[in-house]
């Protein structure tokens, strides 16, 4: 017996062990070369392998956000000419994007977008305009068009890259309840204050820079009081404390050493996520990342240099922080670097990924677990109840579990009735088969405690209350298939029967019953 139980405990730890290291990789790229604009690469961060999984077609998909959950995803277009827009994406039930819809910007240049998760409101900030425009979003997360629009004024002291505005970045400060525009043609960071549907404040206050700065990016620590800014044309970095009145700065530091020319080309700016240390990228005149260790006030200390390959305009921590990703933009790789967890320095892996300009790196997690999944489908499973005579839903003999025939329960109570053919349509009986799953599922769930115990949906018969005409019985049950594949991956691909029948208890549209195996 305590064998048995070991072997379970052992089965269920290596399992969660398994899925903790799952994600994937989201990259955002330029797209001369015609390459899609968006790649996904499954990646274990045990030891930060990586493999293609799939793509998407987005024209210079140079920035990408993601919602919370990671259920959805908005990526610009920087393009001119009336073709630049935001594109809205949703997790579909195979665990990949689906386009939703895409809307204009208002302005050209869309370099850089954000999601306000309470408000379900994206923020775009167009270079080329020098303006920042706020969408609105349905339910799903499609795009409304752009509700307001703000176009920045201002130039500063280099020609050529501060006659005119250029909105680089957007930043929602910690408390969700502010937002920085850093604007490197003007030398200001642009304060807005965010209203509770997500808009913005028609009144901002825009804060200034040093003369020839250049701000790009701005992050937060992880106190949520300081503020570090990656000014991209003298290539330094701004520390601020935030407060009432704005950002005070209390230091600022060099990224870009270099002496070739004056006008510098500094990129981009992270925080590990232990919070110990912060990098930045120089391009063009270094092809470098600097490296500082935060100190206890939040001011920066120099750890020095690393190189790295060709135009490093973007990179990205991994969650774990064991791994430091740089997109090379010319020469169409991205470096992989693992990081010392004691002194936050890094050693190329010499794993490179091949991709064409990439510019932008995300991280989401795979949803792996059977639970996981099904927070990512939306679907949430019933309460468990009793039958309603003298029978069991579920009964177990060793390894083999048996579960009786489950009704298309609604979720809001009572059952899909009528025959299918006749009262129901094609897609109207799949849903039913859908909702027999759920019914299925809930009852496992409710039994087993964790899904994870699933080891293989053997066998499924699943009976559809059909007219006498109909013979689209298999159709009708792909909705519970597709569901089992969902949910559970390669273990939910089973043997089955679709069987039409005259009649079925209560006029229940679909029952189903199941055989599946255990760890």
Known sequence: MLSSIFLLVSTLFTLASSDSTQYQLIVGSYTKAKNPGIEVFDLDLATAKSKPNYHRENPNASYQALSADGNLLYSVSEEGGGKSAISAYARNANGTYTKLNSSPTVGDGPCFVKYHEASKTVYVANYGSGSLNVFKTEENGRLLPASQSFFYKGSSVVAGRQDTPHAHMVAIAPDQKSLYVPDLGSDKIHWHPILADGTLAENYQSISVSPGNGPRHMIFHP????????????????????????????????????????????????????????????????????????????????????????????????????????????????????????????????????????????????????????????????????????????????????????????????FVLGKVGNKLSVEEGQAAAKLAGIALISTLKGQLGDLRRIKRILKVTGFVNSDPSFTQQPQVMNGFSDLMVAVFGDKGKHARSAIGVNVLPNNAAVEIEMIVELY
């Open 223 to 414: 106190n949520g009081n300081l503020a570090y800014v990656i000014n991209e044309l003298n290539g330094t970095v701004d520390v601020f404390k935030l407060s009432s009145q704005g950002l005070d700065k209390i230091q600022n530091i060099v990224s870009d050493t270099s002496s070739k020319v004056a006008v510098k080309a500094s990129a981009d700016i992270h925080i590990s996520p232990n919070g110990k240390w912060l990098i930045s990228s120089n391009r063009i005149t270094s092809d470098n990342l600097a490296l500082f260790a935060i100190q206890a006030d939040g001011t920066l200390k120099s750890m020095g240099y690393q190189a790295v390959a060709k135009m490093p305009r973007n990179f990205s921590y991994d969650p774990s922080g064991k791994w430091l990703f740089v997109a090379s933009q010319t020469e169409n790789r991205i470096q992989v670097f693992s990081v010392n967890q004691q002194t936050g320095l890094l050693t190329d892996s010499k794993q490179d990924i091949a991709v064409a300009a990439p510019v932008c790196l995300l991280f989401i997690k795979k949803p792996n677990s059977p639970e996981e999944r099904l927070q990512a489908l939306g679907i949430t499973l019933l309460k468990p109840s009793t039958p309603l005579a003298n029978y069991v839903k579920f009964t177990r003999a060793g390894n083999i579990a048996y579960l009786s025939g489950h009704l298309p329960e609604k979720p809001e109570g009572g």
